[in-house]
C-alpha cells in the first residue's frame, strides 16, 4: 500500500497540474497531516485519525483555522477515496465555522491600474511572467471572473475574434460565456501572441502559461499579487517572500461587481430588474448572492436605502428635523 504522505504528494501534484494548485498552508497542513497519520501506523486516513491530530498538533488554532483545515483534509480524503475505498471522509459539519464573510475591498481606478502597470514589470528570464499577471490581473478587473476560472481557460476557450469568453468547469458546474469588450479583446490576442513566440512548443492548452508552459496556479497567481500589493503599497512587505495581509487577488471580482451596482443606482436603474444579468454575468447560483454586495460595501447599501426612501416619498426627500 502507498503511504499516505506519497498520496498527498500525488494529489498536490495533480492540483497543480490543473490550474488549481494549493496556498502555502494548506499544503503545509496536509503534508503535516500525513506524517501524523504516517507516525501512527495507519495505512488509512480515518475521522478519529483526524481529531487525533488535532488534539495533538502543537500550536493555538481557531475554529475558523481547524475548520479550514477540515475542508482541505476532506478534499483529500475525497480523491484518496477513490484509489483507496478504505478512506473515510470527514463529515463537514465537524468543526462549523463562525463568521462572516470577509468584507470586500474595493479598489480605486488608480489603484487597478497601479496593479496592471507594477504587475507588467515583475522580473522573468524570457519576460512572460510579467506579461502574464498584466494580463491576467486586468482581464480579473474588467470581468469580475474568479480566479480559478480565469486560470482553468484553455486556449480554445478565448475566443478574441468574437470577444467571447467560454467559461467550463465553473463554480456549481454552471459553464457560461462572457462577452468583453473590443479592447479587451485585443489585449488577449496581445498577449497569445507574445506567449507564442517565447513558448514554441507549451506542454499545456491553457491560455495563461508560465515561463516553462505550465498551466499557472492559483497559489502562484497569489503570490505574484501580493508582491505587486507590496510594491506598491496595498500591503505591508513581508521578509522570506511572505505574502502578509490585505487587499486579496479576488477583491478585483468584488470590485468590478460593486462598479456596476453602483453605476446603475447612479443611472437611475432599476437594480433589482438589472441584478439577474450581473447574477449570470458572474456565474451566481441565484440574485441571492449578488444582493450580498449591498449589506458588505457602505456606498452601496446607502444608495440602496435612498431609492428605497425615494420610492416610498413618491420622490421627495424628507430630511429630519
Same mark, same amino acid.
Given at each position: 500500500?502507498?503511504?499516505?504522505? &506519497?498520496?498527498? &504528494?500525488?494529489?498536490?501534484?495533480?492540483? &497543480?497540474?490543473?490550474?488549481?494548485?494549493?496556498?502555502?498552508?494548506?499544503?503545509?497542513?496536509?503534508?503535516?497531516?500525513?506524517?501524523f497519520?504516517s507516525?501512527?501506523?495507519?495505512?488509512?486516513?480515518?475521522?478519529?485519525?483526524?481529531?487525533r491530530?488535532?488534539?495533538?498538533?502543537?500550536? /493555538?488554532?481557531?475554529?475558523?483555522?481547524?475548520?479550514?483545515?477540515?475542508?482541505?483534509?476532506?478534499?483529500?480524503?475525497?480523491?484518496?477515496?477513490?484509489?483507496?475505498?478504505?478512506?473515510?471522509?470527514?463529515?463537514?459539519?465537524?468543526?462549523?465555522?463562525?463568521?462572516?464573510?470577509?468584507?470586500?475591498?474595493?479598489?480605486?481606478?488608480?489603484?487597478?491600474?497601479?496593479?496592471?502597470?507594477?504587475?507588467?514589470?515583475?522580473?522573468?528570464?524570457?519576460?512572460?511572467?510579467?506579461?502574464?499577471?498584466?494580463?491576467?490581473?486586468?482581464?480579473?478587473?474588467?470581468?469580475?471572473?474568479?480566479?480559478?476560472?480565469?486560470?482553468?481557460?484553455?486556449?480554445?476557450?478565448? %475566443?478574441?475574434?468574437?470577444?467571447?469568453?467560454?467559461?467550463?468547469?465553473?463554480?456549481?458546474?454552471?459553464?457560461?460565456?462572457?462577452?468583453?469588450?473590443?479592447?479587451?479583446?485585443?489585449?488577449?490576442?496581445?498577449?497569445?501572441?507574445?506567449? %507564442?513566440?517565447?513558448?514554441?512548443?507549451?506542454?499545456?492548452?491553457?491560455?495563461?502559461?508560465?515561463?516553462?508552459?505550465?498551466?499557472?496556479?492559483? /497559489?502562484?497567481a497569489?503570490?505574484?499579487?501580493?508582491?505587486?500589493?507590496?510594491?506598491?503599497?496595498?500591503? &505591508?512587505?513581508?521578509?522570506?517572500?511572505?505574502?502578509?495581509?490585505?487587499?486579496?487577488l479576488?477583491?478585483?471580482?468584488?470590485?468590478?461587481?460593486?462598479?456596476?451596482?453602483?453605476d446603475?443606482?447612479?443611472?437611475?436603474?432599476?437594480?433589482?430588474?438589472?441584478?439577474?444579468?450581473?447574477?449570470?454575468?458572474?456565474?451566481?447560483?441565484?440574485?441571492?448572492?449578488?444582493?450580498?454586495?449591498?449589506?458588505?460595501?457602505?456606498?452601496?447599501?446607502?444608495?440602496?436605502?435612498?431609492?428605497?426612501?425615494?420610492?416610498?416619498?413618491?420622490?421627495?426627500?424628507h %430630511?429630519?428635523?
Open positions: 500500500m502507498i503511504p499516505v504522505t &506519497e498520496r498527498v &504528494e500525488q494529489y498536490l501534484a495533480q492540483r &497543480e497540474t490543473f490550474g488549481t494548485g494549493l496556498s502555502d498552508s494548506p499544503v503545509r497542513d496536509l503534508r503535516t497531516f500525513a506524517a497519520v507516525s501512527e501506523g495507519a495505512e488509512h486516513v480515518t475521522t478519529e485519525l483526524f481529531l491530530w488535532k488534539v495533538q498538533r502543537p500550536g /493555538a488554532a481557531s475554529r475558523l483555522t481547524w475548520s479550514c483545515r477540515l475542508s482541505h483534509v476532506r478534499a483529500f480524503a475525497r480523491w484518496l477515496q477513490s484509489l483507496e475505498p478504505r478512506t473515510e471522509v470527514p463529515p463537514p459539519g465537524l468543526i462549523p465555522k463562525s463568521r462572516r464573510r470577509p468584507q470586500p475591498y474595493i479598489y480605486t481606478d488608480e489603484e487597478v491600474a497601479d496593479i496592471v502597470t507594477r504587475a507588467a514589470r515583475l522580473p522573468s528570464r524570457h519576460g512572460l511572467r510579467g506579461r502574464t499577471c498584466e494580463t491576467l490581473f486586468g482581464l480579473l478587473a474588467v470581468t469580475g471572473l474568479r480566479v480559478g476560472e480565469a486560470l482553468a481557460l484553455d486556449d480554445v476557450d478565448v %475566443d478574441t475574434d468574437e470577444a467571447l469568453l467560454h467559461v467550463r468547469h465553473a463554480k456549481n458546474n454552471r459553464n457560461r460565456t462572457v462577452p468583453v469588450t473590443p479592447c479587451t479583446a485585443e489585449r488577449l490576442a496581445c498577449y497569445r501572441s507574445l506567449r %507564442d513566440r517565447i513558448l514554441r512548443a507549451p506542454d499545456t492548452p491553457a491560455f495563461f502559461r508560465g515561463e516553462r508552459g505550465q498551466r499557472i496556479t492559483k /497559489a502562484s497569489e503570490h505574484n499579487f501580493a508582491r505587486v500589493g507590496q510594491d506598491i503599497g496595498l500591503r &505591508e512587505r513581508q521578509s522570506s517572500g511572505r505574502r502578509g495581509t490585505g487587499p486579496r479576488h477583491d478585483l471580482r468584488h470590485t468590478m461587481a460593486v462598479r456596476t451596482l453602483v446603475w443606482y447612479r443611472s437611475g436603474l432599476d437594480p433589482d430588474r438589472e441584478m439577474y444579468k450581473l447574477s449570470a454575468w458572474l456565474g451566481h447560483a441565484s440574485p441571492v448572492e449578488t444582493y450580498w454586495y449591498l449589506e458588505a460595501v457602505p456606498e452601496l447599501l446607502h444608495l440602496a436605502t435612498e431609492r428605497a426612501e425615494r420610492s416610498i416619498t413618491g420622490g421627495k426627500r %430630511d429630519s428635523l
